[in-house]
């Protein structure tokens, strides 16, 4: 006999308020177990010293560290791969690999949850599904009442299909809403692991450590056991670095540019990288302080060219390969126009005498007055202060200007504003050789702050600094910033000493090399007598003195 239907609701009705009560008891126990977790946590004494963090380095600690390792003939790569190893760097590589792993742990338990209140919830439902009870009043035959569902509750097989597909893809997307994505956790979510696939593809990951590390610098990583890319937070620092020099090619690829669109990076990567890349531009800065308070040229020159690689994006400044990507994207973002790829013209360049005795400035660009025609000095006195004039022409100014024009007509920005923000560095590196017959003896380096930490720490490379080859000296080093992207061209003024080393013709070279771009650099020398510094009497100098000294009282 068939059961009363109003038995069967009453059954239904208790099945379903049991599934209910089933699923907030499982919610009560699994919160209570997480707060029971929490409190077994031990607060961290304040007495105990081992747990707390330590001081980050100072600054003359950071010096110390890179003066043990630098050397003259270190290439971009190996400058790099000093950078990404240092202290600083792991430690935060590690912190952030630490709460990645938290994050991970918490997100592979609230899935494995997941599951466990689907399956629950499932298992119900096939429960009731699967007792094919009649609630129509169609008779034995069972063919009515139910508006032809075949007996499954109220739900067609192709409702309940849906269902199951909704709720897949509502516990693979949920991550956007409200959740990091993690690769390996979240489907599609790229992140390490996928860039080192891609750079393996390249053929450029794992980096040879022969090209990465300078042989008797004193780094101690080798292919055996002590190999770096063991180490996570150093592997993750050495992808970073590498998949910067080839973010050409990475930032256009399809399966990222697609990711991206869908909120599918792992942005704990991704930011992390933006992070890293500027603690090495922070690195490259201070490595660049060291170099030229060392008067090396060779060094400087090459930082310089890493920090222009490292923010454009590609490997080398010499590579046809990296030269072709740079040349097609200016040419992309600025069309076919003169001075595109960007480059500076020198004229009329020029030695100066420094007429009145000024404190040594930072050069800058400033607009060039009409004047008369200078010529430079032929003759300078050994250690009087001199100037070296640079008139120069920016040939891509005219395409940046309409860039920016462009671009604060399509945002609504201030043009004023937008001019006035923009940002152009350049270096003036400056040495002298002697054209005459016989060498000089090459001068130590001058006794300064810097030279003088490194000069005292033991195990560096000081006396190879200090016996550089006198033409390879820099007798000064500048930065100069283009603040106004619509300046045409200027004048930039470097003041120097004449040199000292001995009387003769001098040649006196003048490298003005970009940060910003590629086949930018230009070189430029000029040639000078320097004549035996003058002698003068002790009478003479205290009759000045006391000049001096009667003005200072009226």
């Not at 990475?250 to 890349?277: C, T, W």
């Not at 619509?486 to 930039?492: F, L």
Request: with cysteine; aromatic share 6%; hydrophobic share 35%.
């Amino acid at each position: 006999k068939m059961l009363p239907p109003i038995l069967i609701v009453v059954v239904v009705l208790v099945l379903i308020l049991l599934s209910f009560a089933f699923l907030i008891w499982r919610e009560y126990q699994a919160s209570n177990a997480k707060k029971l977790q929490h409190k077994k946590v031990p607060k961290k004494s304040s007495s105990d010293a081992d747990t707390k963090p330590s001081a980050p380095p100072s600054a003359e600690d950071n010096m110390k560290y890179f003066m043990k390792y630098i050397h003259p003939k270190m290439t971009s790569l190996q400058l790099l791969f000093l950078v990404a190893t240092h202290p600083v760097n792991l430690r935060l590589t590690r912190e952030q690999l630490d709460i990645l792993e938290e994050k991970t742990k918490e997100r592979l338990e609230e899935e494995e949850e997941k599951k466990k209140k689907n399956a629950s919830t499932m298992d119900m439902m096939d429960l009731l599904n699967d007792q094919e009870w009649d609630t129509g009043d169609g008779g034995e035959d069972g063919d009515g009442g139910d508006g032809g569902n075949g007996g499954n509750g109220g739900e067609s097989e192709a409702e309940r299909k849906q269902r199951l597909a909704d709720m897949e893809k509502k516990a693979r997307t949920e991550h956007v809403s409200g959740k990091i994505p993690i690769e390996g956790v979240d489907k599609g979510v790229l992140g390490q692991e996928w860039v080192e696939r891609q750079l393996t593809l390249m053929k450029v990951w794992p980096p040879k450590l022969k090209d990465m590390i300078m042989e008797g610098v004193g780094m101690e990583y080798d292919e055996g056991d002590n190999n770096p890319f063991d180490d996570p937070a150093l592997r993750r620092n050495l992808c970073m670095t590498i998949g910067r020099l080839n973010s050409h090619v990475l930032n256009a690829h399809p399966d990222l540019i697609s990711a991206s669109k869908k909120g599918l990076v792992d942005q704990m990567y991704f930011k992390g990288n933006m992070e890293y890349r500027s603690k090495v531009h922070a690195f490259l800065e201070l490595l660049l302080r060291i170099s030229i308070a060392l008067r090396n040229f060779e060094l400087t020159k090459t930082i310089v060219q890493t920090m222009a690689i490292f923010k454009i994006g590609v490997a080398s400044t010499t590579d046809e390969k990296s030269k072709q990507y740079y040349t097609d994207a200016l040419t992309k973002q600025y069309g076919k126009l003169p001075g595109i790829p960007p480059t500076i013209e020198i004229t009329n360049e020029r030695i100066e005498r420094v007429e009145t005795k000024t404190e040594e400035e930072k050069p800058e660009l400033v607009p060039e007055q009409p004047k008369p025609k200078k010529t430079s000095v032929r003759e300078i006195t050994g250690g009087e202060p001199c100037a070296i004039v640079l008139p120069l022409e920016r040939k891509h100014a005219a395409a940046f200007t309409a860039k920016k024009l462009e671009i604060c007509k399509k945002q609504g920005l201030p043009v004023e504003l937008a001019m006035k923000s923009y940002r152009e560095s350049w270096w003036i590196l400056v040495r002298c050789k002697i054209l005459s017959e016989s060498t000089i003896e090459d001068p130590n380096i001058p006794n300064t702050p810097l030279s003088k930490i490194m000069k005292e720490q033991e195990g560096n490379n000081w006396e190879v600094f200090n016996s550089s080859p006198f033409h390879e000296r820099l007798i000064t080093a500048w930065p100069f910033v283009v603040n106004n992207v619509a300046q045409k061209s200027g004048e930039v003024k470097v003041q120097f000493k004449a040199p000292t080393a001995r009387p003769g013709k001098y040649e006196i070279s003048i490298s003005i090399m970009s940060q910003e771009f590629m086949d930018a650099d230009v070189d430029v020398s000029l040639k000078v007598t320097v004549l035996e510094p003058e002698t003068k009497a002790p009478e003479e100098d205290n009759k000045k003195e006391e000049e001096e000294e009667d003005k200072k009282d009226k």
